[in-house]
């Protein structure tokens, strides 16, 4: 594997420290993480899919979606850089179904565009090909 370059390794360690502000509950470290204007996407294959908005786009997503859990918890099972601009982080989510009872343990892929220390596109995939499929053809693209 070549060496990662200094936008990659500062991309990878946003990424990380949003996911540990999640972690922790702290939703002014998750806000902090995410871009005013940032861009949330789940496709249709995935709960709650659709397109939020900036923070509150973000604040309604996640109350939906943690809104079907007693318990959850995600955990970082893998994380690489995708050019200069993209991070895809292969997600370990644990959790336990509000009233089924039913216990969760499951991967999904985040595929975050990051700007300047912040998520400007935060998307959710269910496997990690679709996700690095969709960073890499955004990479190519001009940065917005």
Avoid: C
């Avoid at 940032?38 to 309604?60: C, K, M, Q, W």
């Avoid at 039913?102 to 892929?109: C, K, L, S, T, W």
């Amino acid at each position: 594997m070549s060496e990662l370059t200094e936008a990659q390794l500062r991309n990878v360690e946003v990424v990380g420290t949003g996911v540990d502000a999640f972690r922790r509950g702290d939703a002014e470290g998750v806000l902090g993480f995410m871009h005013p204007d940032v861009e949330i996407f789940l496709p249709v294959e995935l709960p709650n899919s659709g397109t939020y908005r900036g923070h509150d786009g973000y604040l309604a997503w996640q109350a939906d979606w943690l809104e079907a859990w007693d318990d959850f918890s995600i955990e970082i099972a893998g994380i690489q850089p995708v050019g200069e601009r993209h991070v895809v982080a292969l997600m370990r989510q644990i959790g336990k179904g509000r009233g089924s009872g039913i216990p969760v343990d499951m991967e999904i892929a985040y595929m975050v565009e990051v700007k300047g220390r912040q998520a400007a596109a935060f998307h959710l995939y269910p496997t990690e090909k679709q996700a690095v499929s969709v960073a890499e053809q955004r990479e190519s693209q001009p940065a917005n």
